[in-house]
């Protein structure tokens, strides 16, 4: 079974997902070791990995390093045309679909293409939305583009349905890294109303009510980052609150 065959499969039967994201520059192999121990006792289904920068050129090293110790899929997530590895097993191949730069849209994909072909890496075409979380992120910084304004469910739906009128496979609404507002469950029930694409969702979500709270808005995976960075044992309670909510939706269904 293919990565997305088991994202749609999952999306299919209401069964939630976890993802953990790991910044190659950010992280230390000590605390790589305490964060994969957690993952695998806590049953987190996607290591999601990348950043907006990578300065120490540790990608090939960290997505090692995760395959050697765990059976946890290994997805990237990246932030530049440099950070592709075919030490992981599949990539989220970006399509910056809230944003008007056409590098981000289409240009980086075509200088890229063949590259990933080569690595042999799933591939999982992703309209990326950058949704406002309250502060300047490095995202929008470094692709020059707005974000979508938290309150503004109708721009996001509309963006959502052209993502998935293009074709693509995958939404991943994001209020960046360390937001300071998490997207709003509104704004995510909205979405899930108006297509039917697995949906991620990440971006300043540091606490298992507020992780259950965006699965029970609709979405299918639940993306954390930094909390887990400062917090590692963080893991077990935010994947409880995430897959119980699996089990609520099969048991009232
Ligand atoms: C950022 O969605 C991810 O792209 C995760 O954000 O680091 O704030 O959890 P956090």
Same mark, same amino acid.
């Given at each position: 079974m293919t990565l997305y065959q088991d994202i749609t499969s999952d999306k299919s039967k209401g069964i939630k997902k976890l993802a953990v994201l790991i910044d190659p520059d950010?992280?230390?192999?000590?605390s790589?070791?305490?964060?994969?121990?957690? +993952?695998?006792?806590?049953?987190?289904?996607?290591?999601?990995?990348?950043? *907006? /920068?990578? @300065?120490?050129? %540790?990608?090939?090293e960290v997505v090692t390093a995760i395959k050697e110790r765990c059976n946890i899929p290994v997805l990237l997530f990246p932030g530049s045309t440099f950070q592709i590895t075919d030490a992981a097993d599949g990539l989220l191949f970006l399509s910056l679909i809230s944003g008007r730069n056409p590098e981000l849209l289409i240009g980086k994909h075509v200088i890229t293409a063949p590259y990933i072909r080569e690595a042999g890496l799933e591939v999982l075409s992703t309209g990326y939305m950058l949704i406002d979380g309250g502060r300047a992120t490095s995202v929008s910084y470094i692709s020059n583009t707005l974000p979508i304004p938290h309150?503004?469910?109708?721009? +996001?739906v509309s963006t959502a349905m052209a993502g998935e009128m293009l074709g693509l496979k995958m939404l991943y609404l994001d209020a960046g890294s360390g937001a300071m507002r998490s997207i709003s469950s509104s704004m995510i029930? +909205?979405? %899930?109303?108006?297509?039917? @694409?697995? /949906?991620i969702v990440g971006g300043g979500i540091r606490n298992p009510e507020v992780a259950n709270a965006k699965v029970k808005a609709g979405a299918d995976?639940?993306?954390?980052?930094?909390?887990? =960075?400062?917090?590692? =044992?963080?893991?077990?309670?935010?994947s409880v609150a995430i897959h119980? =909510?699996? +089990?609520?939706? *099969?048991?009232? *269904?």
């Open positions: 950010k992280v230390k192999l000590t790589l070791d305490k964060t994969i121990h957690h +993952a695998k006792n806590a049953n987190v289904d996607l290591f999601f990995i990348g950043g *907006s /920068m990578i @300065l120490n050129h %540790r990608l090939d309150d503004k469910d109708d721009i +996001a029930s +909205a979405v %899930r109303k108006a297509v039917d @694409l697995p /949906m995976i639940v993306v954390v980052g930094n909390a887990f =960075e400062s917090d590692p =044992e963080l893991i077990i309670d935010m119980q =909510e699996s +089990a609520n939706i *099969s048991s009232s *269904s």
